[in-house]
């Protein structure tokens, strides 16, 4: 791989870490999260505009997908009120691999090589280390952080065969985006009956721009991979884990211990060797 495309894997890690900063550090994270989507659902529009409709047989797969990320929002959000971002991010990103790699083995019957059975006990490891000892993170946020990472394995397997039924892979984005910006909502004012967002409130500005980093990591990696090759991309990003627990350290007041750090490297080079 070139340096730029190694540069843009590593940049849109940090990106991504940045974004679930911007959520653990908000005070009501579920309105953060809805608000954050705001952004996503504004750049996305003009796009769904822009291409032809989806074909029929794909509505099901967006529909579905969409619900599968407002899940994967709710659980995310719960996750990080009983959790602090350098324990729960690991532990999110550590299982999508995991079961991501696990799928392939029962449903396909894939087989692994000794670099991707070496990352499935390093990523387990990692995620133990974490999860056990001092200092480990809460059971409320472990198993939230695990439910969170079992719906984005969900989701991306949807996604992968919805984008199948479409010709354009840009057409399927827009509409999940902007569908999700509608569901994300819809859920708020049910569970919480009144949503308020003041545009002269600071806290609505930050949220929007921790939508708006995400949406640019999003198409920082679609640059990574138009650029190079899609597995190695895909597991640069996962140093993502230790982007997290260095960013809650410097910003939000998280300890920033050497199990931590130990453990969020042990998780980054297992899905490395996965991604190989």
Known sequence: MSAVVIGLALFAAILHATWNAFLRNGGDRLWTVTVMSFASTVLTLPFVLIYPLPVSDAWLYFVLSTILQLGYSIFLVAAYRYGE????????????????????????????????????????????????????????????????????????????????????????????????????????????????????????????????????????????????????ITALRKTSVVFAVLIGWMFLGEALSVRRIFACQIVAVGAFLLGL
């Open 85 to 232: 971002l350098g324990q729960v991010y690991p532990i999110v990103r550590g299982t999508v691999p995991l079961l991501g790699t696990s799928g392939g083995l029962v449903i396909t019957g894939d087989t692994l090589n000794s670099y991707q059975n070496a990352g499935v006990v390093l990523i387990a490891l990692g995620i133990m280390s974490l999860a056990l000892g001092r200092g480990r993170a809460s059971a409320s946020s472990i198993l939230f952080a695990l439910a969170t990472g079992a719906i984005i394995a969900a989701y991306a397997t949807v996604d992968s065969m919805g984008y199948g039924k479409q010709d354009k892979a840009g057409s399927s984005t827009a509409w999940v985006l902007v569908l999700y910006g509608l569901f994300l909502p819809t859920a708020y004012l049910a569970l919480r009956q009144r949503l308020v967002v003041d545009f002269r409130a600071p806290g609505t500005w930050k949220a929007l721009g921790g939508g708006l980093v995400a949406m640019v990591a999003y198409g920082v990696v679609a640059a990574a991979f138009a650029l190079g090759p899609a597995g190695p």
